[in-house]
């Protein structure tokens, strides 16, 4: 039996968990990421190394341990993902203005190519995507994309770089 004046509960009798929003989020993302179309040059990459590169270009210059974490495996598998990607020529590995003994990763202007690709891509099936909703359906996905940033903005992880 559910206490009603627990707020977790409440959450959870309703519908709000966290493992069910997360399903939806989730289905909504892998859909449109599917769908998504990549050119000759992306279609050599992994999702994995997609995923990286996306990652140092919103994030910045990325620690490999942080790297390790955001993929969910361990350093030597994170370090074997950049070798490919330096091999390719599209990541380098420099050291920490802060503190030289840690290696930080970021694009070469070749990968900072790939990733406006991968970005473009994206918007454009984005786009094929919208413009199958109708005014109204556009307005209402903008009211709630405008209180979905509101809510993410309230957490840490996603408004800031992780390692800092």
Do not use: W
Not at 21 to 47: C, M, N, P, W, Y
């Amino acid at each position: 039996m559910t206490i009603k004046n627990n707020k977790k509960s409440a959450q959870v009798e309703h519908g709000f968990s966290t493992q069910s929003l997360s399903h939806v989020i989730l289905a909504f993302i892998t859909r449109i990421f599917l769908s998504q179309k990549v050119g000759d040059v992306e279609s050599r990459l992994t999702v994995a190394q997609r995923k990286v590169l996306l990652s140092l270009d919103v994030y910045g210059p990325t620690s490999m341990s942080e790297i390790a974490r955001q993929e969910g495996v361990t350093l030597p598998a994170a370090t074997a993902l950049m070798d490919k990607l330096v091999a390719m020529g599209y990541v380098q590995r420099v050291a920490d203005p802060r503190d030289r003994r840690i290696v930080l990763v970021e694009p070469t202007a070749e990968g900072n190519s790939i990733i406006e690709n991968l970005k473009q891509r994206f918007m454009i099936r984005l786009d094929e995507i919208l413009e199958c909703l109708t005014l109204e359906d556009r307005r209402e996905l903008m009211d709630a994309l405008g209180t979905l940033t509101s809510i993410f903005q309230k957490v840490p992880a996603l408004s800031k770089h992780p390692d800092r």
